[in-house]
């Protein structure tokens, strides 16, 4: 199903298609979704040029940790800092990588190897087409505030998932 092609962009830019990593290939083929990881090689500073966006359409992920809860997600705009509850701090570079098998740069907001509680920032609803990290360098997924809030649905993909 998954193959390496091209396709021309809104902007006239050939961009390649990439394969997603094996546990966000896994997670996109059980819920059925179409979502495509594009390679877009430009520098962080010029991304948004790139893309043809606003800095606040392109979302990060930061993993959150509790020392008596379980870990969750925070999805917001890159040059946002999440909002931290009561004895909650952002995961290193490291334990994201050891908690999650990504990266902290390209980690995406689903298709981890558990799921998580996931924390949407408002703002980032409010755009038409949010571009989210792919799990792999330099690999963006395009996809609308309403894919993102399904993708991320704890309470639902928790009981598909347990069944």
Request: net charge negative; with cysteine; charged share 20%.
């Amino acid at each position: 199903m998954w193959y390496r092609t091209c396709v021309r962009f809104y902007n006239g830019t050939v961009l390649k298609i990439l394969t997603p990593p094996p546990g966000l290939l896994e997670f996109l083929e059980r819920v059925g979704s179409n979502a495509k990881v594009y390679e877009i090689t430009s520098s962080a500073e010029h991304l948004g040029l790139s893309l043809g966006c606003r800095e606040e359409e392109i979302i990060t992920t930061t993993l959150i940790l509790h020392a008596n809860k379980a870990p969750r997600l925070s999805v917001h705009s890159r040059n946002q800092i999440p909002e931290l509850l009561s004895s909650e701090r952002a995961a290193n570079p490291t334990q994201v990588y050891l908690l999650t098998g990504y990266s902290a740069e390209w980690m995406p907001p689903f298709g981890l190897p558990h799921l998580l509680e996931t924390a949407i920032d408002s703002r980032c609803l409010e755009s038409p087409c949010l571009y989210i990290p792919a799990g792999v360098l330099n690999g963006w997924m395009v996809i609308t505030p309403e894919e993102l809030a399904n993708l991320t649905d704890f309470k639902l993909w928790s009981r598909v998932f347990a069944a």
